[in-house]
């Protein structure tokens, strides 16, 4: 049997396995992998896991019961951690330590989990590939020389080469399901709303969600469990209100897959046509008339709001400080020698969206799209599971999409649509071409995380594909 991390749990709860061999062996993993991977920020000492180790022995024979005791976790370095820094991938946070936990951060450690390291990210989670990141690319462990995805790329690659079981990364536009996409991991964002973005250091605020990744859609629902549920610190939860787990069928508007490359196509089809044997019911005819207006409504509204929450980096607060200098000198400082040039340039479109005489052209007019997008999805989603490519393109090799932003934008197409209307959606493996991982995407309606994942667990036994370890 594959080892998964339910099974590991199984077997640590059983005492037949010990934690500290355990977290030893990723430890010793990532020091031989990472350095060339780098799917890490910061890693914890050894003496701080012991610690922690004992803290969880001692609430197990405590009685104390907890959802993943002994389990491994990395999580993404935009998610605040008082014991480790926390640098949204950028130069301006360097060495930022928060002086509180995320609410899910502080949720896993009441569970039991231990926080292994801090995963990379294009810096403040704006990119696609892993790539801008102010500490380094991470790489792809499926081939080096191509891009995990992003911008949780270092916490789906943190899963992929099995230095942890679990991971948190976080997505406005496709940031979990993007990287699951391209490392045969799986990863769910869900509905806005259902997890705490308290300690979350924003991007865009109404669109993002903190989300679990896994190996396996069994795995990611543990960790799901776990992180859900309303917070009173943010004020945008949702009392949760899930939706049982009725039947459900299919469809794929042709917009959602057409334009992929010819291998994604065809391994989504014929995935489909191994899930329709098992008697679910799949739509092949609908139509999604409004994909067009997505990236443009995606990128607008994203920017426009990047603007507004990167106005707070000016030198004063957070800890590049210039003193002495004045406060336009400080902050022209502080924003053009520790801002990396995608922000920057995502700033300006920001406030060029935002500003008098375009707002109407741009930031309300992308809000116009969104409502146009957000009313298909739902009405799509009442009848049945959306499924999609998750990515238009396999994984592409470094530096080959960052040159021409346009190309870069254009890999979100698919996974944008979840996130302007709302809704949740699960990224998974779908098969392999030529040795590269292809994802397929399935959204469903608001609330109705526990249907995408009953759906991905039969999915994973059709397929297999689970737990994968690259280089295995
Ligand atoms: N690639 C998208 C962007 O750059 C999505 C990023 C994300 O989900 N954080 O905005």
Do not use: H
């Not at 059983?14 to 031989?32: A, P, T």
């Not at 992998?33 to 012991?50: P, R």
């Not at 820094?85 to 450690?109: D, F, H, Q, R």
């Amino acid at each position: 049997m594959k080892e998964t991390a339910v099974s590991i749990l199984e077997n640590i709860r059983k005492g037949s396995l010990e934690m500290e061999d355990y977290v030893f062996k990723k430890l010793e993993l990532i020091r031989k992998k990472d350095n060339i991977i780098n799917a890490y920020i910061s890693i914890d000492s050894e003496d701080f896991i012991l610690d922690r180790i004992s803290e969880i022995k001692r609430n197990i024979a405590s009685g104390k019961k907890m959802k993943i005791p002994g389990l491994v976790v990395s999580i993404k370095d935009n998610i605040s951690t008082n014991f480790l820094p926390t640098t949204a991938g950028s130069k301006i946070l360097e060495n930022y330590i928060p002086p509180y936990n995320a609410t899910v951060v502080e949720k896993i450690l009441e569970e039991g989990g231990i926080i292994i390291g801090k995963t990379n990210l294009d810096e403040f989670a704006m990119g696609s590939t892993t790539e801008f990141s102010a500490y380094g690319l991470t790489r792809n462990p499926w081939d080096i020389t191509r891009v995990p995805g992003g911008s949780s790329g270092g916490s789906a690659a943190s899963l992929a080469y099995g230095s942890c079981d679990l991971s948190l990364g976080s997505d406005t536009g496709g940031s979990v399901r993007l990287p699951a996409s391209y490392t045969a991991t799986v990863g769910l964002k869900p509905t806005y709303g259902t997890v705490s973005r308290y300690g979350l250091i924003p991007y865009a605020n109404s669109l993002e969600q903190i989300s679990p990744m896994a190996r396996s859609v069994k795995d990611l629902a543990l960790i799901w469990d776990v992180i859900k549920g309303y917070d009173e610190k943010d004020a945008t939860s949702v009392n949760n209100n899930y939706k049982s787990n009725s039947k459900f069928k299919i469809c794929i508007p042709k917009e959602f897959i057409e334009d992929s490359e010819p291998p994604i196509r065809s391994t989504i089809y014929k995935l489909l046509e191994k899930i329709e044997n098992e008697g679910v019911a799949i739509e092949y005819e609908g139509k999604f008339e409004n994909l067009k207006y997505a990236l443009p409504a995606y990128y607008t509204i994203a920017f426009a709001e990047a603007a507004s929450n990167l106005a707070r980096y000016d030198g004063k607060l957070y800890p590049i400080s210039s003193e002495g200098l004045s406060y336009k000198e400080m902050s022209e400082n502080t924003r053009r020698y520790y801002f990396g040039f995608e922000v920057k340039k995502r700033i300006l479109m920001g406030v060029l969206a935002l500003s008098e005489g375009f707002i109407n052209d741009y930031y309300i007019a992308a809000t116009k799209g969104r409502r146009i997008i957000r009313d298909e999805i739902l009405n799509m989603t009442k009848n049945c599971i959306v499924a999609s490519s998750v990515s238009p393109i396999l994984p592409p090799k470094i530096g080959e999409r960052i040159k021409d932003p346009l190309k870069l934008y254009a890999m979100d197409i698919y996974t944008v649509v979840a996130n302007l209307a709302g809704v949740p959606a699960l990224a998974m493996p779908a098969g392999f071409y030529n040795n590269l991982p292809i994802g397929i995407q399935f959204m469903a309606g608001p609330f109705e995380e526990e249907k995408l994942i009953s759906l991905g667990s039969l999915v994973e036994e059709i397929t297999g594909l689970y737990n994968l370890i690259a280089g295995d």
